[in-house]
């Protein structure tokens, strides 16, 4: 009996390093991917000033 018992918790523990290492590589790759992506740049305002009369013209 003792002998199932050793084999059933050494399957879960097993199951559950082998787990815990997919899990561990997925989130270190995630941050990774989310490093290296390219952040968006703030869009370049025009440097030409409007005058009040030209921003109601349309």
Known sequence: M???????MLIGALL???????????YILRLGFALIRPHPQPALQPKTKTSPE?????
């Not at 003792?2 to 059933?8: G, M, R, T």
């Not at 559950?16 to 997925?26: E, M, P, R």
């Open 2 to 8: 003792s002998d199932l018992l050793n084999l059933a």
């Open 54 to 58: 030209m921003a109601g013209v349309s």
């Open 16 to 26: 559950a390093s082998v787990a815990l290492g997919i899990f561990g590589a997925y």
